[in-house]
């Protein structure tokens, strides 16, 4: 294993740089400009030995290949996850019930250092890619940045001053948990009602759906309930709206702009909050965001929704550029900071 420090001209120094999700953990040597070398994905495994082995092994076949080209050294791995990271002891102090091979390794950077000599850096998902985007992709240049990333949940993670924030308690993004309603009608999977993310997710629109099939006179004869859902209302999923907005569906599109009003109101309270220069929005859903109709709405709950009336540049909601690649090139990033 190889350190900086003893670089000779021609060497380049790479990162590491991993981001491990629900159902796979992707991989990527990352140099100095965020190019990335040799990614790869691999399954990510549900038990925690298997889930260390696994980590390991991605970690080791990126350093192998690195290693086979002569002018490449590794200096350190930057890790990112979900769940309530402490980037400074490389702890993760809750796992979320998407990784439950995470649950007995709170304790990562520790047990790390029992098998890799390479210095880890571990940051929360939401936070590494807000980095990424800031480095590498739609934030580029910018120092006031928030990025939302619309998945299952509704991952924050914001830069400020260009630095990024993380709080206290390592809590800072947890965004998705701001409460939009005081009516207790959405139970979230944090255990408190009405979060943003019981909205604004994927499987907050699905929610949203059934709830608008259900109070529909004959919604149980739309095609979205026959042809995609099998004919039941309670069985509709993200999925299923997604397909019958694209094939035109009347009821979908509603259930769509529905969905962006309900980005909107969260989104709108943080920028109030924060001020960004830019709002990148990532994450599997964005790719159905209409970027037009969003910033609308927002502009409609923002205290300062014209700031170019008073001679300065408007806050911008731009869609994400890096796609899942993010997370990776922040925790490589950040891992070398
Ligand atoms: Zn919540």
Known sequence: M????????????YTIGIDIGGTKMCGALVNGAYNLLNYHEIHTPK?????LAALLELTNSLQTQALKEQSIIVQSVGIATA??????????LGATGNLPGMQGLNQLRTLWSEYSTLP????????AAAYGELVAGAAKGCQDVLMITLGTGVGVGFVIEGRLVRG????????????VSMAHDRLCTCGKWDCWETYASGTGLAETARRMLH??????????????????????????????WKAGDPLATEIMDAWHTHISVGLGSLINVLDPQRVVVGGGMAQFVNFTLLSQRTRQRMMLPKASALGLPDTEI????LDNRAGLVGAAALAVL
């Open 168 to 179: 206290a308690h390592f809590s800072a993004g947890e965004g998705g948990h701001i409460a």
């Open 83 to 92: 769940g309530i990271v402490d980037s400074q002891k490389g702890r993760i």
């Open 47 to 51: 038990n925690p030995t298997d889930f």
């Open 215 to 244: 109070s529909t006179p004959n919604a149980q004869y739309s095609k979205m309930v026959i042809d995609q859902a099998m004919g039941g209302i309670d069985a509709v999923t993200t999925h299923h709206v997604i397909a019958a």
């Open 318 to 321: 731009v869609p994400a550029l």
């Open 2 to 13: 190889q350190h900086s420090g003893s670089t000779s001209p021609a060497q380049q120094v």
């Open 120 to 127: 880890l850096h571990l940051e929360n998902d939401a936070n």
